[in-house]
């Protein structure tokens, strides 16, 4: 399965930091495998196989669509 995220931390003063965990898909990936595990269908709108057709069945996912 392919898909993209960006992750960027930075320290702050007084044991603080800032960290953003972004991902630049339709759905988070633990989402998907969720569904995998319990066994139920998805939106259509969450991604596609390996010919380019939605799918509502994750196992069958090879790409997560962007947003």
């Known amino acids: 399965m392919?898909?993209?995220s960006r992750a960027f931390g930075?320290?702050?003063k007084n044991g603080d930091s800032f960290v953003l965990d972004?991902?630049?898909?339709?759905?988070a990936l633990g989402?998907?495998?969720i569904s995998q595990r319990r066994g139920v269908e998805?939106?259509?709108?969450w991604g596609v196989?390996?010919?380019g057709l939605?799918?509502?069945i994750s196992?069958?996912?090879?790409?997560l669509l962007p947003f």
């Open 2 to 4: 392919i898909f993209f």
């Open 10 to 12: 930075a320290p702050a």
């Open 22 to 27: 972004m991902a630049t898909s339709t759905v």
């Open 31 to 33: 989402k998907v495998e």
């Open 42 to 45: 998805i939106p259509n709108t």
């Open 49 to 51: 196989d390996e010919k």
């Open 54 to 56: 939605y799918q509502i």
């Open 59 to 63: 196992h069958f996912f090879k790409i």
